[in-house]
């Protein structure tokens, strides 16, 4: 990381980042001499096909689309004709603006950095080629005009296509990126319609190519066993019936684990369950979550750093007609990506090779750079599409291991998890402890507003600059700024890194916990005024929270009467830069079991029928993704909330695969409308913001439905008696 | 030893012990990389392939069982009307994000309606619950079901 390009402003307790435009438009690509690359994100050659290099990775999200439609958007090039790539790791071209320059994708950020430069990118790009058009033809270039890859003189009919012009662009000056002109919206021809992926016909027919699709000639492939307490170490192991498996090649030995290389998966895995390991558990041997719980909670009996102060809480709570307390608290969630963690390297005497996917590109670069002590120029990566990120590919430990692997294994090794090993030697998303007072005046206003946060700072240890004076920007978002203006607010945190387990970004990061406190504390505020949960929160919402719970609230028929047992709840948010709000609805219904033949009722559960959201992201650059993405942030949310969660026991982590660690299924799926607020506002982030507000959603439908009012995840079953 | 699979109409020798697991005998050993590995205990799907049309996990199927079958993997799903009609609309639908599971939902969806031609919501989730999405594409996987099988209803009348 290179700190000395970041600045960092202190901002009303947030953290703000600075950033040079120019530092983000870099120069041309490496390129074949042929081709016209006026950045380091377009390359055109001589038949006109356009690549375009993509700084974000594609996890799902659909940035291999939006990212290309804004620079074909002012490039005037048709998007089914953009062929795109894998950005390389350099931090120069392909950092990240609003990550102080960390080349990273995550926290819903690739559209609101990428807006205006990649549009700038494509705008130099068209400003050149117009220009070697006008050249050639001896006219004025503002005669010309750029569409459809060509440049056309109406005056003369003429029209020359990108490909025949690359020649002449190559040789031209490059213009300064902020000098170009950029098209007002309502010229957009392609951003805000609802575009085709790029990413998906190999989706669909096996051929898209994940880190863990590497075929390599030679290769081998491992899998290993990591010691099941964080910091223990590997005392012996037995590898003589492991060895004795047709197809096992090798035993890895490291420090806390231990590998099995094979002639494919196969035999690896059979090695792995022969081996006979003996594991010196070290000082967490007898952790439980429990003692975690008990840790985090006595912290947050101490005042924290300041993250948001108003007025005279104290005061106001000393004159307040009604007080009212709570405690909430989140509990430790896997990732569980469908891609296992998995890389593949060969280590050559100079020179390293890596192949997988990932979120951090440079950072997997200097992480092999440093264990192999290989300079980090002869330090390869490929990247690949994701199998899913959610956070879990922001971490390096998967490469590592492959690394540290293959360090010892001649020739090419692919190292992938098992299942089990995913998930018991995650990054967890953080437990957290929440408490809250608030005061009500007699009409029921909250006028004043208390919550002191206790848990895991991950940005603390992911970008140890980021964290100043106790706080974070992520692990504050949605709790010092909410939707609401409470006259009297007092927000504090309090840094409690848990024993026994390391914690890391996961999807929705910091507002993921904190919108489902605030919201659901916010519902029980309206409960105790005697108020309906949507006026209550309109009275003291800023404008743009109004109009998105207006909107949600009136397409899911907020107010109409419901069967016995049905139940709506609202949760509104402002965060990632978006707004949304989500009414959620929920039965407790029976439920059905095949048994002898047929479904019959076996006591009760929980189901969620429909979820209703608007959005309002500012400009929208591809509506299908928006939908994609309110349904895909809604299922994460869903299944950690109704079900999940990490724990330990003796120093284990107990849940293993998707039998014990629950995943929503198509029979589980319920409704979901999503509506897009016309919006002028900034550009908003999109990925993570449903899976954050469809907790508190949730969590208030089930107590419209059920009259129990839930304080910690998950859900499910505390709202129904298990059975 | 030595087995031989019929996989997508083409025989095949592999040199692997018998409860090797099917999928790795076609990820690793063939090389064909379309069929994913989710979970290893048949809990989400991922792997999954058709043996003798039928809808099966194969990072639980034993590779000297799949012996004398016809195996049929997303590589060659496509020349089956049901795969490629939920192929062309899992494209016409948006279906795949990032797109790890969606090679065993297609073969499961195919697999659905190669049996049942028209089937109900119903049908969909006892046909698809198997079958664990992370980025929640569930939505658009029954949409995608329900326009392939309109579409092998309009070929079939043709």
Redesign the interface.
């Known amino acids: 990381m290179n700190t000395s390009r970041r600045r960092f402003l202190q901002s009303s307790g947030a953290l703000v980042i600075a950033f040079n435009l120019p530092a983000v438009i870099g120069p041309a690509s490496a390129a074949d001499e042929k081709s016209f690359a006026p950045n380091a994100y377009i390359r055109i050659d001589p038949k006109g096909q356009v690549s375009v290099v993509v700084a974000y990775v594609?996890?799902?999200?659909?940035t291999y689309t939006s990212i290309p439609m804004l620079i074909a958007e002012e490039l005037e090039v048709p998007l089914s004709s953009v062929r795109v790539e894998h950005a390389p790791p350099d931090e120069r071209y392909y950092g990240n603006p609003l990550l102080g320059g960390i080349q990273a994708t995550g926290n819903s950020n690739a559209v609101r950095g990428a807006w205006e430069p990649m549009r700038r990118a494509g705008a130099v790009a068209r400003t050149v080629l117009v220009q070697a058009a006008a050249q050639r033809w001896k006219v004025d270039a503002a005669s010309c005009r750029a569409e459809k890859g060509a440049v056309v003189h109406a005056a003369s009919g003429r029209r020359l296509g990108y490909g025949a012009l690359v020649a002449d662009a190559a040789k031209l000056p490059v213009p300064d990126p902020k000098s170009v002109t950029l098209k007002p919206r309502e010229q957009f021809k392609l951003i805000g319609t609802p575009a085709?992926?790029l990413?998906?016909?190999?989706?669909?027919?096996?051929?898209?190519?994940?880190g863990?699709?590497t075929?390599l000639p030679g290769m081998k492939?491992a899998t290993i066993a990591i010691s099941p307490v964080a910091g223990g170490k590997l005392r012996s192991v037995d590898d003589a019936a492991a060895k004795a498996?047709?197809?096992v090649r090798q035993i890895v030995r490291l420090d806390d684990a231990v590998a099995v290389v094979g002639?494919?998966?196969?035999?690896a895995?059979?090695g792995l369950a022969a081996l006979k390991i003996e594991w010196d558990d070290g000082a967490n041997a007898k952790l439980s979550t429990a003692d975690i719980l008990r840790d985090m909670e006595a912290a947050s009996s101490g005042s924290g750093a300041i993250a948001r102060q108003e007025g005279d809480v104290a005061k106001a709570l000393a004159g307040a007609a009604k007080r009212v307390e709570a405690v909430y608290g989140v509990p430790f969630f896997a990732h569980?990506?469908?891609?296992?963690m998995n890389a593949t390297v060969h280590v050559r005497k100079d020179s390293c090779e890596i192949w997988t996917g990932t979120q951090v590109m440079a950072r997997v670069q200097a992480a092999a750079a440093k264990l192999t002590g290989l300079p980090v120029e002869k330090v390869t990566v490929h990247n690949h599409?994701?199998?899913?990120?959610?956070g879990r590919r922001l971490e390096v430990d998967g490469v590592v291991r492959a690394v540290q692997v293959a360090m010892q294994v001649d020739g090419p090794v692919k190292l992938?998890y098992?299942?089990e090993t995913d998930i018991q030697h995650d990054l967890y998303k953080p437990a957290f402890h929440d408490r809250f007072v608030a005061g009500l005046d007699a009409q029921g206003t909250p006028v004043a507003w208390s919550h002191r946060l206790t848990g895991s700072s991950v940005l603390a240890r992911w970008a140890p600059p980021f964290f100043q004076k106790g706080l974070d920007s992520d692990t504050i978002e949605g709790a010092a700024e909410t939707p609401y203006a409470f006259p009297n607010m007092l927000v504090e945190y309090v840094q409690h890194e848990p024993r026994g387990l390391a914690t890391a970004f996961w999807r929705g990061v910091g507002p993921v916990h904190n919108v489902f406190v605030v919201e659901s504390f916010m519902d029980e505020l309206a409960a105790a005024a005697g108020k309906d949960p949507v006026a209550y929160r309109r009275a003291i919402a800023d404008p743009r929270a109004k109009a998105v719970l207006d909107l949600a609230a009136s397409k899911a028929g907020w107010g109409k009467p419901l069967p016995k047992g049905v139940g709506r709840g609202v949760a509104v948010q402002s965060a990632f830069g978006s707004y949304l709000a989500q009414v959620a609805e929920v039965e407790v219904a029976p439920r059905l079991s095949w048994e002898r033949g047929k479904y019959r009722p076996v006591g009760t559960e929980l189901r969620v029928r429909r979820i209703v959201c608007a959005i309002d992201c500012g400009p929208v650059v591809n509506p299908?993704t928006i939908r994609?993405q309110m349904?895909?942030?809604?299922?994460?949310g869903l299944s950690a909330a109704l079900d999940d969660q990490i724990t330990l026991k003796d120093g284990r982590v107990e849940q293993t695969?998707?039998?014990d660690y629950r995943?929503?299924?198509?029979?589980e799926?319920p409704?979901?409308d999503v509506h897009i607020v016309d919006s002028s506002a900034a550009p908003g982030g999109i990925g993570e913001t449903a899976t954050a507000c469809v907790m508190p959603a949730l969590a208030n439908a089930i107590f419209a439905a059920t009259g129990k009012r839930i304080r910690r995840l998950p859900l499910a079953d505390q709202a129904v008696p298990t059975g | 030893m030595t087995y031989k699979l019929n996989v997508n109409g083409t025989v095949q020798s592999v040199d692997?012990?018998g409860?090797?697991?099917l999928?790795?005998?076609l990820?690793?050993?063939l090389?064909?990389?379309?069929?994913?590995?989710?979970?290893?205990?048949a809990?989400?799907g991922?792997c999954t392939v058709h043996v003798n049309g039928a809808q099966t996990r194969s990072c639980v199927t034993p590779v000297e069982s799949a012996v004398g079958k016809a195996i049929t993997?997303?590589?060659g799903v496509?020349k089956t009307a049901a795969g490629a009609a939920v192929?062309k609309a899992?494209?016409d639908a948006?279906?795949?994000?990032?797109?790890?599971?969606?090679?065993g939902q297609?073969m499961a969806a195919s697999a659905l309606l190669a049996a049942n031609p028209k089937p109900s919501d119903r049908d969909?989730?006892?046909a698809?619950?198997?079958?664990?999405?992370?980025?929640?594409?569930?939505?658009?996987?029954?949409q995608g079901i329900k326009q392939a099988a309109q579409s092998l209803a309009k070929g079939s009348k043709s």
């Not at chain 1, 594609?58 to 659909?62: F, K, R, S, V, Y």
């Not at chain 1, 349904?631 to 994460?636: F, L, P, R, T």
């Not at chain 1, 995943?663 to 029979?667: A, F, G, I, K, Y």
């Not at chain 2, 948006?94 to 090679?103: A, I, L, R």
């Open positions: 594609e996890m799902g999200q659909g085709k992926r990413d998906i016909d190999g989706k669909v027919n096996g051929t898209a190519q994940y863990i699709d075929r492939f498996v047709n197809g002639d494919h998966m196969g035999a895995k059979k569980a990506t469908m891609e296992p599409l994701l199998g899913g990120g959610f992938v098992t299942r299908d994609a349904q895909s942030g809604i299922v994460y695969n998707f039998g995943v929503l299924r198509m029979n799926m409704r979901v | 692997v012990d409860d090797t697991p999928l790795w005998v990820r690793d050993v090389g064909m990389t379309g069929t994913k590995f989710g979970c290893g205990q809990l989400c991922a993997t997303i590589e496509g192929q899992w494209l948006q279906v795949p994000q990032c797109g790890y599971c969606q090679s297609i969909i989730d006892d698809m619950v198997g079958n664990i999405c992370r980025c929640g594409t569930y939505i658009r996987i029954r």
